[in-house]
T-cell receptor, first 110, second 115 residues
Framework: RKEVEQDPGPFNVPEGATVAFNCTYS??????FFWYRQDCRKEPKLLMS???SGNEDGRFTAQLNRASQYISLLIRDSKLSDSATYLC???????????FGSGTRLSIRP | DAGVTQSPTHLIKTRGQQVTLRCSPK?????VSWYQQALGQGPQFIFQ???????QRGNFPDRFSGHQFPNYSSELNVNALLLGDSALYLC??????????????FGPGTRLTVL
């Protein structure tokens, strides 16, 4: 079993729709969680960190469920520019390696 | 601020050859990590360097080795290249003292093709 698992998609949704991704992790000692965005043939870029209490940044909401060991990302009022691969990232401490999920592809259609 | 830079951007090698990839971290960053990203996959952690030492290593064979220099820049070396080593190699840097939620910044990557 992979340490971090994501639904690969692709998710193909119309502009303006709300879309949600989940990511599960297997190591209960994991302490910090992130969502990265990666555009085609580009490097990953941090979208948002995920805090225990959940956090929101504009149209994006991230949630963490430690009991069930998953994190989620909700995108509201999706834009064409949201089309990308979304990578779930987990690490156990600031000193340990960072584990990426395989990514979820999102395609927003006009 | 130049951000994380990597060289070369593209590279073509043949099986059995050796390759060296280079990375300069973002200004103020002291920790460098290397990742391999195959097509359609997420980045896979290779290793991390801090204070010129390898601190963490992923599940990669000894053919993958690295180095960090006093100016925090880093090299990734791969010996005896295999076809399966074809991938995008990403370097990421962060500042170790920056606290718990310490963001990594990625370079644009080096695309290695092994023929």
């Amino acid at each position: 079993r992979k340490e971090v698992e994501q639904d690969p998609g692709p998710f193909n949704v119309p502009e303006g729709a709300t879309v949600a991704f989940n990511c599960t992790y297997s190591n209960s000692a994991s302490q910090s969680f992130f969502w990265y965005r990666q555009d085609c043939r580009k490097e990953p870029k941090l979208l948002m960190s995920v805090y225990s209490s959940g956090n929101e940044d504009g149209r994006f909401t991230a949630q963490l469920n430690r009991a069930s060991q998953y994190i989620s990302l909700l995108i509201r009022d999706s834009k064409l520019s949201d089309s990308a691969t979304y990578l779930c990232v987990v690490n156990r401490s600031s000193a340990s390696k960072i584990i990426f999920g395989s990514g979820t592809r999102l395609s927003i259609r006009p | 601020d130049a951000g994380v830079t990597q060289s070369p951007t593209h590279l073509i090698k043949t099986r059995g050859q050796q390759v060296t990839l280079r990375c300069s971290p973002k200004s103020g960053h002291d920790t460098v990590s290397w990742y391999q990203q195959a097509l359609g996959q997420g980045p896979q952690f290779i290793f991390q360097y801090y204070e010129e030492e390898e601190r963490q290593r992923g599940n990669f064979p000894d053919r993958f080795s690295g180095h960090q220099f006093p100016n925090y820049s880093s090299e990734l070396n791969v010996n005896a290249l295999l076809l399966g080593d074809s991938a995008l190699y990403l370097c990421a840097s962060r500042r170790t003292s920056s606290g718990f939620y310490n963001e990594q910044f990625f370079g644009p990557g080096t695309r290695l093709t092994v023929l």
